[in-house]
Antibody, heavy 120, light 107 residues
Framework: QVTLKESGPVLVKPTETLTLTCTVS??????????VTWVRQPPGQALEWLGH???????FYSTSLRTRLTISKDTSRSRVVLTLTNVDPVDTATYFC????????????WGPGTLVTVSS | EVVLTQSPATLSLSPGDRATLSCRAS??????LAWYQQKPGQAPRLLIH???NRATGIPDRFSGSGSGTDFTLTISSLEPEDFAVYYC?????????FGPGARVEFK
C-alpha cells in the first residue's frame, strides 16, 4: 500500500525556517521517473504548487518561492524534506506532499497534510 | 508561467444533475491536464489525468475532455458524495500549477 505522511512543527515564528518531512512507504524514491511534490493550501483558499523532486534529484520550484524553498530527499530513509526560509504569516497553510509516477503528469497519492501556523 | 482559470467558480445543482466544469490555460498545455476533487478537511483526490484518463477507482460518471488550452470535467449524474471543490492542474516542463478551484454545491 502506497502512503505518504507529512510531519513537522505546528507553529513557527516569523523569520524562522520551516522544515517539513514527507515519509513515504510502498514505493521507492529511487524508481526512475518517480517524484514527490509539495503543495500547500492556506485556510479556505486554493491549492498552491510549491516544488517537486524527481528520482534523479532534479528539483523544480514555484517561481514565487524559489529564493526561499529547498526540497531534498533521503532515499535510504524514504524521506523528502521541504525547507522554507524566512517564513511569514502568509505562509500559514496546510502542507501536503504527493506522489507522481512516470506514467502520469499528476499526483496520484497524497499525504493527509499538516497544518503549519506562522505566528509570533 | 502557465495560469489556469476555472469557470464557473460555483455550480449550484441537485443530485442527478449533470455538472460541467471548465478549465482554461493561458498557453497550450497539450494534454498535460489533471482534475482533482477535494472535500473539507481532506487531501485532494486524483480524478482525471492526461486530460481524459480516469484514475484508478474513479466512477465512470466522471469524464474529462479537451486539449491545448480548453478543458472540461463532466459529472454525468451527480451523486450526493460529489458535492465538493474541483481543481484542475497542469504540467509544463518541470513546472506545475493549479487552478483556483470550482465548488459544486447543493441547490
Amino acid at each position: 500500500q502506497v502512503t505518504l505522511k507529512e510531519s513537522g512543527p505546528v507553529l513557527v515564528k516569523p523569520t524562522e525556517t520551516l522544515t517539513l518531512t514527507c515519509t513515504v512507504s510502498g514505493f521507492s524514491l529511487s524508481t526512475p521517473g518517480m517524484g514527490v511534490t509539495w503543495v500547500r493550501q492556506p485556510p479556505g483558499q486554493a491549492l498552491e504548487w510549491l516544488g517537486h523532486i524527481f528520482s534523479n534529484d532534479a528539483t523544480f520550484y514555484s517561481t514565487s518561492l524559489r529564493t526561499r524553498l529547498t526540497i531534498s530527499k533521503d532515499t535510504s530513509r524514504s524521506r523528502v524534506v521541504l525547507t522554507l526560509t524566512n517564513v511569514d504569516p502568509v505562509d500559514t497553510a496546510t502542507y501536503f506532499c504527493a506522489r507522481k509516477t512516470r506514467d502520469k503528469d499528476a499526483f496520484d497519492v497524497w499525504g493527509p497534510g499538516t497544518l503549519v501556523t506562522v505566528s509570533s | 508561467e502557465v495560469v489556469l482559470t476555472q469557470s464557473p467558480a460555483t455550480l449550484s445543482l441537485s443530485p442527478g444533475d449533470r455538472a460541467t466544469l471548465s478549465c482554461r490555460a493561458s498557453q497550450s498545455v497539450e494534454t498535460y491536464l489533471a482534475w482533482y476533487q477535494q472535500k473539507p478537511g481532506q487531501a485532494p483526490r486524483l480524478l482525471i489525468h492526461g486530460a481524459t484518463n480516469r484514475a484508478t477507482g474513479i466512477p465512470d460518471r466522471f469524464s474529462g475532455s479537451g486539449s491545448g488550452t480548453d478543458f472540461t470535467l463532466t459529472i454525468s449524474s451527480l451523486e450526493p458524495e460529489d458535492f465538493a471543490v474541483y481543481y484542475c492542474q497542469q504540467r509544463t516542463g518541470g513546472q506545475f500549477s493549479f487552478g483556483p478551484g470550482a465548488r459544486v454545491e447543493f441547490k
